[in-house]
């Protein structure tokens, strides 16, 4: 297993596994889940008990051949996943479509095809990712985590942009509710077209 997927398999995935079961929570049982950027397609797993169907997409391939192998070896059916480019895709319709910390590495007009793409082809779309914290100390650890990962230019941009809530709006998408996430900084956004 390559350095990076361990990583994010074994300090990211736990790190946010509150805000994964808040996600879970959100998503109806029977759904059908797209889930943009979803590295090792943890997100999907811990809601696999409870969807029709879940398709991960993700550009990184060692993320996608971990969850992959994670499927096979759990014998999961219903789950799939492509290392591919979102915007690529020839997608079909899904119930909910999610993205988690993705969006905010992207430039605007790139988040902003991936976040109208996820409106199109689902009747509600569910965004995870950073919004004001209120401790001084998390923006500071929200900022050096985006500084060592690579991020940070494309998070700035992000952030002096307005993030999610202005991205949608210049969408002309609907914000039907703004939930904090137990995880200070980090806010789930219910969007519809």
């Known amino acids: ?10 300090l990211a995935d736990k790190a946010l596994s509150c805000l994964r079961a808040e996600l879970v929570e959100l998503i109806d049982s029977e759904s059908s889940v797209l889930d943009i950027g979803c590295g090792t397609g943890d997100l999907l797993f811990k809601a696999a008990y409870k969807l029709s169907y879940g ?29 591919n480019d979102a915007k690529s895709l020839n997608l079909p319709q899904f119930n909910i479509a999610t993205s988690t910390l993705c969006l905010h ?9 991936v976040l109208r793409i996820m409106a199109e082809k689902s009747e509600k779309v569910l965004v995870a990712d950073y919004a004001t ?11 050096f985590d985006e500084i060592i990962s690579g991020h940070y230019r494309a998070f700035r941009r992000y952030r002096n942009a307005g993030g999610i809530s202005e991205y949608a709006r ?12 137990a995880i200070d900084g980090i806010v789930i956004w219910e969007i519809y077209s």
């Open 133 to 143: 914290p209120k401790s001084f100390l998390v923006k500071l650890g929200i900022e």
């Open 105 to 113: 590495e992207m430039n605007e007009k790139e988040a902003c095809t």
């Open 1 to 10: 297993m390559k350095l990076k997927v361990w990583i994010k398999a074994n």
């Open 170 to 181: 210049k969408l002309g998408l609907k914000i039907n509710r703004t939930i904090p996430s």
């Open 55 to 83: 398709f991960g997409v993700d550009l990184d391939a060692d993320m996608i051949n971990f969850a992959n192998r994670k499927c096979e070896d759990n014998q999961i059916s219903n789950l799939a996943f492509e290392s």
